[in-house]
């Protein structure tokens, strides 16, 4: 898959990433001992119940990895190390776009503390075990190729 970063409807040049009106969401495929953290959202309704890689927008004046490593902490009350970003780029609802890095476990247990209800540690022959976000699918495919051995 070619991974496509420019906006085909803007002048030759204009890139997305520096596009102001492009929302940026960042989301952690975070691994610990082989298995990949999955988070089931409780919130918003048309949400709730699916499974995503957790994560949250990026704020002004934050770099991605900035955004994922706070995310990460406000969210499960973990400290990560990221890592590599999978390659590409997923449409979320008009003027979002999801963006997911790799994430190491440094410290802490994920608690569901805010926005997710469960979170489940899942092995390789797991990870279709629990009903992902469909934007989510390609990301976590391409994680599930990255998951290092336990
Ligand atoms: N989102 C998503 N997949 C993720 C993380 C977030 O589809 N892995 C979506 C859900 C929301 C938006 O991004 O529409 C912003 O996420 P949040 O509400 O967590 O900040």
Avoid: C, F, N
Avoid at 40 to 54: D, F, H, I, V, Y
């Amino acid at each position: 898959m070619t991974e496509r970063t420019t906006d085909p409807t803007a002048p030759r040049g204009h890139h997305r990433d520096t596009d102001p009106g492009v929302v940026v969401v960042v989301a952690g495929a975070v691994y610990d001992q082989g298995r990949l953290l999955a988070a089931r959202r409780s919130a918003p309704a048309e949400l709730a119940g699916r499974w995503e890689l957790p994560g949250g927008k990026l704020e002004p004046g934050e770099s991605p990895e900035e955004a994922l490593v706070r995310e990460l902490r406000e969210e499960l009350g973990v400290e990560t190390e990221p890592g590599e970003r999978i390659p590409g780029e997923w449409p979320l609802k008009p003027g979002y776009v999801l963006r997911v890095w790799t994430a190491r476990l440094l410290s802490g247990v994920p608690r569901p503390l805010e926005d997710h209800d469960e979170l489940r540690w899942l092995a390789r022959h797991e990870l279709d075990s629990v009903d992902w976000l469909d934007q989510d699918r390609p990301a976590v495919a391409e994680a599930a190729l990255r998951l290092p051995a336990a």
